[in-house]
């Protein structure tokens, strides 16, 4: 009589690092234990067999012989070890112990899904938003880093242009830059020249007084206004100490023309040491000065 077949038993793991769950045929996971890896989280480890997955062992079946009472002389098999249908073949047939441990990647036909699980080989989400994640944010940065490089390649040079008046009348020096990219910027009295300055102190009655004299000379081929003169007394330092304006007589200057202009500053500071004249952008008051 042959005896009944043990129905096979299917092992439950799960990746201890996503908790992804699968079968595993009876026999695959040995007492010495197997090298697994997850195909989703690709975690790797060393799964062993519990306690209550031990396969049942059927019972080596007996029979008398006829001679006596003897009992079969047939081979018996292994205890502990899955019984076989005629012609089968063991589930861990293909495992043989003195094979190396093998790969994770052959184990991946014994995994047996189980229904209403996400694929075994479906790419780790955390990865998958992590890494978008990253990815967001740099096309983000990207975006901001873009937008300033033409703020400032833009806005800032045309605000330059515009203000170019602005910003030549407080920092003269500019004046060649702009002159150099076709961007004239006209200056007060540009074509007229103060020369022959001269600087005395004298006292007229019982008040101290700074005289100033010199000329202004028309240097272009078109007739120039005649801009209000600013002298400035300063001190060793060059800091102003005082400051008045002067209107010369002559409202306009002809080419090639040349006025002279005597004004005088009363009291002068007793640290004065140097004085400036300057065109101002200061309004005429009148056609004659004092």
């Known amino acids: 009589m042959r ?12 990746c201890p690092e996503c908790s992804m769950a699968f079968n595993v045929p009876d026999g695959a996971i040995k ?5 697994l890896r997850c195909s989703r989280c690709e975690h790797q480890w060393t799964q062993y067999p519990t306690l209550t997955d031990q396969k049942p062992q059927k019972k080596k079946p007996q029979t008398e012989a006829l001679n006596g ?3 079969d002389a047939a081979p018996s098999q292994e205890a502990g070890s899955p019984a076989l249908e005629e012609g089968g073949e063991r589930p861990d047939a293909h495992l043989e112990e003195n094979q190396d441990p093998p790969t994770f990647d052959t184990l991946d036909g014994d995994i047996v899904e189980d229904d209403g ?15 978008g994640s990253a990815t967001q944010r740099l096309r983000q940065s990207s975006i901001i880093t873009i937008a300033a490089l033409l703020l400032f390649m833009i ?7 515009f203000s170019r008046a602005s910003l030549v009348s407080v920092m003269p020096g500019f004046s ?3 002159d150099a990219i076709g961007l004239h910027v006209p200056v007060t009295g540009e074509h007229l020249v103060i020369q022959n300055v001269g600087v005395c102190r004298k006292v007229e009655g019982e008040v101290e007084v700074m005289l100033i004299k010199g000329e202004i000379h028309n240097d272009s081929d078109t007739m120039q206004p005649m801009p209000v003169l600013r002298g400035t007394i300063e001190d060793a330092n060059g800091n102003p100490l005082q400051s008045a304006p002067y209107t010369v007589e002559a409202a ?11 004004y005088q500053i009363p009291r002068p ?7 400036t004249i300057t065109f101002s952008d200061d309004q005429r008051q009148s056609d004659f000065g004092y």
Request: net charge positive.
């Open 155 to 161: 806005v800032i040079p045309l605000g330059l242009v």
């Open 252 to 262: 306009i200057l002809v080419p090639g023309d040349t006025v002279e202009f005597r």
């Open 117 to 131: 699980l996400e694929p075994f080989d479906a790419p780790p989400i955390g990865r998958r938003l992590l890494l």
């Open 31 to 35: 007492a010495k234990g197997r090298k």
């Open 69 to 71: 009472g003897e009992p």
């Open 176 to 178: 060649p830059v702009f």
């Open 3 to 14: 005896p009944n077949a043990t129905m096979a038993v299917v092992m439950r793991i799960e």
């Open 269 to 275: 500071n007793p640290l004065a040491a140097q004085v």
